[in-house]
């Protein structure tokens, strides 16, 4: 039981200002790093030097509070954490060296520029690679040999 008026105060102030966050990115192009998903206009809410929220502004704007600071990203891209990015450089030296087909969103398209690639090559040279990334295609088929033959 709270006995002083200053402490009733006090604790209905800290309990006003739990959940809310420090930061809060609105009005940007938000991208999480999952290959299945597109970049997609969003907000990000920080507290305590942590991310905890990621949506859309209605989603977001639960987390703001009289001390939040609120950053408008005017459209820019937001990524509201990193993942371990590494690559090991001998293998990425020569993915940057082969057919870049990690965004290609269809088979057609895999197909279209492993034709594209070969055409660079003198006969008798192999191509290497590649790096798709066929969730993003319809039905997540994986790649068949007669596409890589043609």
Avoid: N
Avoid at 52 to 76: F, I, N, Q
Avoid at 106 to 131: N, S, V
């Amino acid at each position: 039981m709270i006995r002083s008026p200053a402490a009733a105060v006090l604790c209905l102030s800290l309990a006003a200002c739990g959940g809310k966050a420090d930061l809060v990115v609105t009005g940007g192009v938000l991208w999480t790093g999952l290959s299945h998903g597109a970049p997609r206009p969003g907000a990000v809410a920080i507290a305590r030097g942590k991310i905890v929220a990621v949506g859309d502004s209605a989603a977001v704007a639960r987390y703001l509070g009289p001390r939040t600071t609120l950053v408008r990203a005017r459209g820019g891209l937001v990524m509201p954490g990193f993942t371990d990015g590494h690559t090991h450089f001998i293998d990425g030296g020569f993915q940057l060296a082969s057919v870049d087909l990690r965004d290609a969103a269809t088979p057609a398209e895999f197909i279209r520029r492993i034709q594209a690639y070969a055409k660079t090559l003198k006969p008798g040279e192999w191509i290497l690679g590649g790096d798709w990334d066929h969730t993003r295609w319809p039905g997540q088929r994986l790649p068949q040999h007669q596409w890589i033959d043609r």
